[in-house]
């Protein structure tokens, strides 16, 4: 399976969209609850190049569109930074903080499928182009939700987990988060990760079409 100039194309944006806002949303609702620390840093922007790391939002996805094929696409951006000690109620707020970022997925699917839908009608914007750009848009950002969901920090869903468990259980769940991510590698060469992701990624499709009607 090669990359084109038209599969790079039809990719580029997508994804890096997908994962630009979804840094962002984090910063922007870090500041409404207190901490400055990102917009400090210049990172509550759209400017794709504020957010981009070379391996997670270039290398890793190429590297899973050729190997594992478009349905399990996702990276990351530069984390955006969150000093959870300036919320004004840290714990608690942690919970919107983490979840910013995979509702800003699923309300990005949500406006790719409205894309799909007037790509693929009758009218005067029915574009073949953009039909696959969309259909690229919402897998892209559903895989990358439910990936996020998915309660190992330092993923949103493990800072979500933190943030809903009693003190000591939270306590304890947080000490996994230096383990967070060789947990997430060892799981992409296995099929267990397609195996977690896939019921989320499914049933936010599933509710999307029944919204947009499609």
Known sequence: MGLSL???????VPVVFA????????????????????????????NPLRHIDPIGTVLVP????????????????KPVPVNFGNLRHPKRDMLW??????????????????????????????SEGLARMAQIGVSVNLVLMALNLLPIPPLDGGR?????????????????????????????FTPLLGALIRPIRDAGALLLRAVVGL
Not at 98 to 125: E, H, Q, S, Y
């Open 160 to 188: 979500i987990a933190v943030s809903l468990l009693p003190s000591r259980a939270a306590l304890a769940w947080a000490r996994l988060e230096p383990f967070g991510f060789i947990i997430i590698v060892v799981l992409m």
């Open 62 to 77: 190429a590297m899973l569109y050729l190997t594992a094929g478009p349905q399990f696409v996702f990276g990351w951006a």
């Open 19 to 46: 994962i630009t806002l979804h840094e962002a949303a984090h910063g922007y609702v870090a500041r409404h609850f207190g901490d400055p620390t990102a917009e400090a840093l210049g990172r509550i922007t759209l």
């Open 97 to 126: 903080v983490a979840a910013a970022g995979p509702f800003a997925n699923f309300a990005m699917a949500f406006l790719w499928m409205l894309a799909l839908r007037l790509a693929i009608g009758d009218d005067a914007v029915t």
């Open 6 to 12: 038209e599969t790079i194309v039809l990719w580029v």
